[in-house]
């Protein structure tokens, strides 16, 4: 356990970086259409990633053979993720967005994690995280908006339950590549495919753009999303997710809506429930139970997807 503290905490800390961003992005977007501010957080923390990266390794090459995994990665994890996020959130409640897709996320990344690695789903790691995902209802459906089963939401909510899907497949696929390049090469790569795969959905939407309402809140959003969310966070969380394991790790999303609701309250003013106090100490007692593992999962490389 002593080993891996600092990848545990590396995890917390990408989840609270993340769900702390719920709050500050909402000043941005008084400025930005969500597919401009999304393009310019990583297009924006491209020349940083790359930089640190030739800054530190010497080169920022790889395989060719790998290019296109890198392109297929860096299209459904970033471009197509960041889409559907933008599109369930526009056709469901914030409540029903934040459940189905930060819930899910981890199950299904335990659930595929043994055709990625040789990752093993113990009965530890079965029960914290279901005792973290109660807390995480606790949270989301104790607030002032329960979970909406109208049918006026179901686009919405079938796009949210997706984004869990095809959020835990992007996490493990990066996990083979990590065992060849370091997770600062595969996040850039990644990135750099999503940014150009992004590109497009932006024309049309630069002439929106009010220049003369930037203030210095809109470009400390800028700013937090660019150094934070991305360069820092996709970072961390690829070295601790690389060390501690892919199933492991998503579990540890679950912090993201407990920093979201205290930072909705604290820029925001919105009420913190008994009910979701109640959900971040149980979250927080199922994510130690895993942590709490003496035998560690082996994290390696299936050797049918080498």
Do not use: H
Request: one cysteine or more.
């Amino acid at each position: 356990m002593k080993s891996t503290q600092v990848y545990y905490i590396g995890l917390i800390l990408v989840a609270v970086i993340w769900g702390v961003n719920f709050g500050i992005s909402r000043f941005a977007m008084e400025v930005f259409s969500p597919e401009i501010f999304v393009f310019l957080r990583f297009g924006l923390a491209l020349p940083i990633l790359f930089g640190i990266l030739k800054w530190t390794e010497g080169s920022v090459k790889v395989e060719k053979r790998d290019l296109i995994k890198l392109a297929i990665i860096g299209f459904f994890g970033v471009t197509l993720l960041e889409i559907l996020v933008m599109y369930s959130i526009k056709y469901t409640t914030l409540a029903n967005a934040s459940l189905l897709n930060v819930a899910p996320w981890p199950i299904f990344a335990a659930l595929f994690a043994s055709f990625f690695t040789k990752e093993v789903m113990t009965p530890r790691l079965v029960i914290g995280g279901l005792v973290a995902l109660v807390g995480v209802v606790l949270i989301i459906l104790g607030g002032e908006d329960g979970f909406d089963f109208s049918s006026q939401y179901m686009l919405g909510n079938m796009l949210a339950l997706a984004i869990s899907f095809i959020g835990a497949l992007y996490n493990l696929s990066c996990m083979p590549l990590m065992a060849k390049y370091s997770p600062l090469r595969v996040s850039a790569w990644c990135i750099l495919f999503g940014s150009i795969f992004l590109m497009p959905v932006t024309i049309g939407g630069w002439q929106e753009i009010q220049w003369n309402e930037f203030t210095i809140g809109v470009w400390g959003a800028i700013a937090y999303n660019v150094l934070l969310c991305t360069v820092a966070a996709f970072v961390i969380w690829n070295v601790s997710m690389n060390k501690v394991g892919a199933a492991k790790s998503n579990f540890y999303r679950y912090f993201v809506p407990a920093s979201a609701t205290v930072t909705g309250s604290f820029f925001f003013n919105e009420p913190i429930l008994i009910t979701q106090i109640i959900g971040g100490i149980v979250i927080i007692f199922g994510l130690a139970w895993i942590a709490t593992e003496r035998k560690q999962i082996p994290v390696q490389v299936s050797e049918s997807i080498k």
